[in-house]
T-cell receptor, first 114, second 110 residues
Framework: DAGVTQSPTHLIKTRGQHVTLRCSPI?????VSWYQQVLGQGPQFIFQ???????GRGNFPDRFSARQFPNYSSELNVNALLLGDSALYLC?????????????FGSGTRLTVV | RKEVEQDPGPFNVPEGATVAFNCTYS??????FFWYRQDCRKEPKLLMS???SGNEDGRFTAQLNRASQYISLLIRDSKLSDSATYLC???????????FGSGTQLTVLP
């Protein structure tokens, strides 16, 4: 079975541009969460989606948005990119919201803003 | 104050050593607790869940003290392959989102 897949794996963008990151959860998983990890820190929660609805949002500006599709895949969008948005963006999936036993992460998209 | 605080590290230990990591969390309403392992430039991977009764998985033992809001991880008989960053993680909120500590880097030396 495929794990959590993310695309692209690496991306270089210029300040002010827009970026879309994609995530496909493990088959049968209905919950997708997005995390941002900057160098030297632990991942930070951005969004959680379950059954195509936003169920949680972290402390990120409105430049960050996301959605979940009927097949449970998800997109993370970031507008007006800043240098500080350079990070590893991780997608995590779980069978349902509020899973007790942890989440499975994809290998991430490494975004560099220049 | 950070929601999840860990020993800053780094920890450099010889093979076969026992090493302990500690972690405290500030949200008393936190619901679930985990240790994740992250190799350099890779994604975090679940190492183990942590329960109040304590739990053991081979060479790894995790403990949770809800009263003190304290979590620990003990690694016995360290292997070279244990070298990684260990992340203390708590789950809270209606979305059960994960809050990560900054991680503690472990290097096991031959």
């Amino acid at each position: 079975d495929a794990g959590v897949t993310q695309s692209p794996t690496h991306l270089i963008k210029t300040r002010g541009q827009h970026v879309t990151l994609r995530c496909s959860p493990i088959s049968g998983h209905k919950s997708v969460s997005w995390y941002q990890q900057v160098l030297g820190q632990g991942p930070q929660f951005i969004f959680q989606y379950y059954e195509k609805e936003e169920r949680g949002r972290g402390n990120f500006p409105d430049r960050f948005s996301a959605r979940q599709f009927p097949n449970y895949s998800s997109e993370l969008n970031v507008n007006a990119l800043l240098l500080g948005d350079s990070a590893l963006y991780l997608c995590a999936s779980s069978p349902r919201q509020g899973v007790r036993y942890g989440y499975t992460f994809g290998s991430g998209t490494r975004l560099t803003v220049v | 104050r950070k929601e999840v605080e860990q020993d800053p590290g780094p920890f450099n230990v010889p093979e076969g050593a026992t090493v302990a990591f500690n972690c405290t969390y500030s949200n008393s309403a936190s619901q679930s607790f985990f240790w994740y392992r992250q190799d350099c430039r890779k994604e975090p991977k679940l190492l183990m869940s942590v329960y109040s009764s304590g739990n053991e998985d081979g060479r790894f033992t995790a403990q949770l003290n809800r009263a003190s809001q304290y979590i620990s991880l003990l690694i016995r008989d360290s292997k070279l392959s244990d070298s990684a960053t260990y992340l203390c993680v708590v789950s809270s909120g209606s979305a059960r989102q994960l809050t990560f500590g900054s991680g503690t880097q472990l290097t096991v030396l031959p």
